[in-house]
């Protein structure tokens, strides 16, 4: 979006911000309550992965971006609007429509201030990539309501702690746990957001002015106490409603008279606990997942670029300083291979594009076997392109498109496994890391001791016709080599 444009829409929305602002009321209140007992408690939602590993959750861009600034914070390209406060911009529906992000700290009025310079740098350096675990959290509940943009959701400690894993977590203990939860809860509350949007088919244009991603509005404390009087907090509760971005990407309603969008995906309680594993020994790969899971859900036909995967785990500011210093450039590419396994470890298969991404430059741990990296290998590099397609713990729709795109089989033998593996020339291992796939299930394969499941039909079948070879059914639907 130019940026007179951007600039007008700025100084537009915020003196519809400063009108609202003027008369609005405080939205958000702590209370203490005395004892434990469920009595005392708000109505709390019903558990997301009561019945199932997955669960729907809002994904809409504004969602998307939303997390890209709690995982990405600095490494964002940050820049002052003209009212001189902290803004991040994206470019939404090619260039015709934007949405804007600011942080505030205040977290009481509907309409806070927005924060400019160091004030909003330092609210940003606060946020923790498990707050982007809350903030899917909140996304999935959203989806549980008719009219969430209206309507308030209610989430405790308890929840939380069993959403994220933190119950097998014995290094804190109840204390710091609760602390830890009421901290990256609010987090989330001090995104603002502007979202403009235009008329698209089957979709009337909108605009959704200056205002919160997710309003806190009430935080219940839960005491008890001992037989000396002592209070000691032994819950939370918490009470959340969606920004009115809901309205125009969370509507059901709205979706039959093209006045708004429906936007969902599935959010896996797998993910969340994989973000909470290794986000403090491997943050790239934390925040890989996080974006991956709104990526995976989009059209995937076409590879992704590593470089724009490298910023997004790293920040442009690292990947471009890589360029101009051998230390920091071994020690990055060394990060990103290690993530790359991190993803593989916990289930994500990973696609080298053939031409672009040789094994001579892929990670030791899949297809590289000299420890030594080629010339000029990080221009070849951040050049390179590669699939990443999500674990099984996700639901089936996120399987990306390019599997079913891509894969035109009906059946496919472990005796045609083998033969297009020698004519390509490749070992089992090899094939093994294309393919994601263990070495050992290759070899069962390929002597017809294990039955090729239909998703694994899919991932041979992409490996193979990105080597340009191609499978096509006879008539009597066994496949034939061309």
């Given amino acids: 979006m130019p940026a007179s444009k951007k600039q007008s829409i700025c100084k537009r929305d915020r003196a519809t911000k400063e009108a609202q602002s003027s008369s609005s009321q405080l939205s958000y209140k702590e209370n203490n309550q005395a004892g434990d007992s469920l009595k005392g408690r708000l109505s709390i939602a019903p558990a997301l992965f009561e019945n199932s590993s997955t669960t729907n959750m809002a994904s809409a861009l504004p969602i998307w971006e939303a997390s890209s600034v709690l995982t990405q914070k600095k490494d964002l390209p940050w820049k002052n609007d003209p009212n001189g406060k902290l803004c991040y911009a994206k470019d939404a529906e090619n260039g015709e429509g934007a949405i804007l992000f600011w942080v505030v700290k205040d977290l009481e009025r509907e309409y806070p201030e927005t924060l400019a310079g160091a004030a909003a740098l330092a609210v940003i350096d606060t946020f923790d990539i498990r707050a982007a675990c809350l903030h899917l959290i909140y996304a999935a509940h959203a989806t549980q309501l008719s009219r969430p943009w209206e309507q308030e959701f209610v989430i405790d400690d308890r929840q939380i702690e069993e959403y994220l894993g933190l119950k097998k977590r014995t290094d804190k203990n ?18 603002v957001t502007y979202i403009s949007y235009p008329a698209r088919p089957k979709a009337r244009g909108f605009t959704v002015s200056e205002s919160r991603l997710w309003n806190m509005l009430e935080i219940q404390h839960h005491y008890n106490s001992d037989l000396f009087g002592n209070e000691e907090l032994v819950g939370l509760t918490f009470g959340v409603k969606a920004g009115y971005w809901a309205k125009y990407f969370l509507n059901e309603e709205g ?9 969902t995906s599935p959010l896996s309680k797998a ?31 076409y590879p992704l670029a590593t470089r724009t995967l490298m910023e997004i785990a790293y920040g442009l500011p690292k990947v471009e300083a890589a360029k101009l210093d051998n230390r920091l450039r071994n020690k ?43 010339r000029s290998f990080f221009e070849q590099l951040l050049s390179a392109q590669l699939w990443i397609c999500p674990p099984n713990s996700l639901n089936k729709a996120l399987i990306p498109k390019t599997n079913q795109q891509l894969s035109s089989v009906h059946s496919i033998t472990g005796v045609q496994v083998k033969e297009l593996r020698k004519k390509q020339g490749w070992s089992q291992r090899e094939l093994a890391m294309r393919t994601g796939l263990s070495q050992s299930l290759i070899g069962r394969i390929e002597t017809d001791s294990r039955k090729i499941t239909l998703e694994n039909q899919k991932i041979l079948a992409q490996v193979f016709q990105e080597s340009n070879i191609r499978l096509q059914p006879t008539a009597d639907f066994d496949d034939k080599i061309l």
């Fill in 271 to 301: 993910l969340l606990e994989d973000v909470m594993q290794v986000w403090q020994h491997r943050e790239g790969a934390a925040r890989l997942m996080v974006w991956l899971l709104f990526k995976t859900n989009d059209d995937m036909r």
């Fill in 174 to 191: 109840r204390q710091q746990k609760l602390a830890l939860i009421k901290e990256i809860a609010q987090q989330p509350c001090r995104v």
């Fill in 332 to 374: 990055l590419v060394n990060a990103w291979d290690d993530d790359l396994l991190a993803l593989h470890e916990r289930g994500w298969q990973i696609h080298f594009h053939a031409q672009t991404y040789p094994p001579e430059i892929q990670p030791f741990a899949f297809g590289r076997t000299n420890p030594c990296r080629p």
């Fill in 255 to 263: 979706r039959t008279d093209h006045s708004a969008e429906y936007q």
